[in-house]
Antibody, heavy 119, light 110 residues
Framework: QVQLQESGPGLVKPSQTLSLTCTVS??????????WTWIRQHPGKGLEWIGDIFYTGTTYYNPSLQSRLTISVDTSKNQFSLRLTAVTAADTAIYFC???????????WGQGTMVTVSS | EIVLTQSPATLSLSPGERATLSCRAS???????LAWFQQKPGQAPRLLISDITNRATGIPARFSGSGSGTEFTLTISSLEPEDFAVYYCHHRNNWPPSGTFGQGTRLEIK
């Protein structure tokens, strides 16, 4: 059974870079059937798709975040990562990593990690 | 960019009643990529329905999805106490690949 776990700092200063890693266990990140996805949820708000990556390294980003966003994959560690530069308070959110099985839906989610942007 | 609009924003019902949640897309979507999620406080969303109508593994039969084009519906035939939560619809655009969520419907106990 595939499980995902986010890790990274819970507090980031304004203008700095937010970095999170998602570790995939119970299965391989090398899969032609799945995208590996980042989604965030502002406090008390709805869900926002950040972007995703295929195991080959091909990425797709939310246009509203694209200029600040990098998603990468490390198949040797079975991990994928998110970097968001020049953060502001508006980037304060719960960040989820997830597995997107296309027509079969986003079927596996990490528990989420709260990231606060504050000095 | 496709926008998903869910209605109502809040739905107040009693256990045993039928719940009908709506998701309207701003343009016709690729049907295969319409899904529904349930989220409870402090938890990650859980996949309920994919491909418009297919229940995910372990999802009770009281949950069903329907629709096509721009109009989609999640129906809960007889509400159980554990069904009171927030529900989101989601569309994965095939090209360019991207994801969009509706703003959510809060299902609360009346």
């Amino acid at each position: 059974q595939v499980q995902l776990q986010e890790s990274g700092p819970g507090l980031v200063k304004p203008s700095q870079t937010l970095s999170l890693t998602c570790t995939v266990s119970g299965g391989s990140i090398i899969s032609s059937d799945h995208y590996w996805t980042w989604i965030r949820q502002h406090p008390g708000k709805g869900l926002e798709w950040i972007g995703d990556i295929f195991y080959t390294g091909t990425t797709y980003y939310n246009p509203s975040l694209q200029s600040r966003l990098t998603i990468s994959v490390d198949t040797s560690k079975n991990q994928f990562s998110l970097r968001l530069t020049a953060v502001t308070a508006a980037d304060t959110a719960i960040y989820f990593c997830a597995r997107d099985a296309g027509r079969f839906g986003i079927d596996v989610w990490g528990q989420g990690t709260m990231v606060t942007v504050s000095s | 960019e496709i926008v998903l609009t869910q209605s109502p924003a809040t739905l107040s019902l009693s256990p045993g009643e039928r719940a009908t949640l709506s998701c309207r897309a701003s343009q016709s979507v690729d049907s295969y990529f319409l899904a529904w999620f349930q989220q409870k406080p402090g938890q990650a969303p859980r996949l309920l329905i994919s491909d418009i109508t297919n229940r995910a593994t372990g999802i009770p039969a009281r949950f069903s999805g329907s629709g096509s084009g721009t109009e989609f519906t999640l129906t809960i035939s007889s509400l159980e106490p554990e069904d009171f939560a927030v529900y989101y619809c989601h569309h994965r655009n095939n090209w360019p690949p991207s994801g969009t969520f509706g703003q959510g419907t809060r299902l609360e106990i009346k």
